[in-house]
């Protein structure tokens, strides 16, 4: 089986997200995509972050009534952060016989010789680097004198249409008392409402 690992935050996830998750499973013929949430972003360790809990509850709501979609807390049953290169060894030593496909933006692939062991993420699963609308693609100069043919070799690109949508900018608008309609799926916004969820100051936490 052909899988999707899409990882963030999703704090809270929004069209956005389902949009990006969608065109990857079309365009790269996925049998699935696995929304992976974060439990401890290593560049987002000393941010407040919504609890684990709850981000799962929204994205279940979200992605309710679309069977390629599903949540994995694999990332949230493990102690400490979540590197994307031990997610994958993880899901390589217990699910063998599936391909798995990285989904990340097209901009973090100016970032990805950074990760930890970044040509080990590239043996474990393919790259794909998802553009938004018409943005130009990062330079991988870099990432090739990292990875070698790899970078290449290992990564594909896929375009979706240009939604600029950002958690942060959701949670910002709650703060202050502004409508977050279509910008998240209606039972999220209802549950964000009935929790109340992000009214008090915004953490800092991009995504």
């Known amino acids: 089986m052909r899988v999707g690992i899409y990882g963030g935050t999703f704090d809270p996830i929004h069209f956005g997200h389902l949009v990006l998750a969608e065109q990857c499973r079309e365009q790269c013929q ?5 929304f992976v949430p974060a439990a401890l972003p ?4 000393t941010a407040s972050i919504t609890s684990a809990e709850t981000r799962c509850e929204m994205i279940e709501l979200a992605i309710a009534g679309n069977p390629a979609f599903r949540l994995s807390t694999i990332e949230l049953d493990r ?21 798995f496909f990285l989904l990340i933006g097209a901009d973090s692939l100016k970032d990805l010789p950074h990760w ?3 040509s080990r993420i590239l ?7 998802v553009n938004r609308g018409d943005r130009p693609l990062p330079d991988r100069k870099e990432l090739r004198e990292v990875v070698g043919p790899a970078a290449d070799q290992r990564i594909i690109t896929v375009t979706m ?10 949670r910002g608008r709650v703060h202050a008392r502004r409508s977050i309609r279509y ?10 409402q009935h929790q109340g969820l992000f009214r ?7 995504e």
């Open 200 to 206: 008090t100051r915004d953490s800092g936490v991009s």
């Open 183 to 192: 910008l998240v799926p209606r039972a999220v916004e209802m549950y964000i």
């Open 79 to 99: 102690i400490g952060p979540s590197f994307t290169v031990t997610t994958l060894e993880h899901l390589h030593a217990h699910q063998a016989l599936h391909e």
């Open 123 to 129: 043996e474990l699963a393919t790259v794909v680097a």
């Open 116 to 118: 930890r062991e970044p």
């Open 30 to 34: 996925l049998d699935e995509v696995w």
């Open 42 to 45: 290593p560049h987002k360790l």
């Open 161 to 170: 249409p240009g939604i600029d949508i950002s958690s942060t900018d959701i």
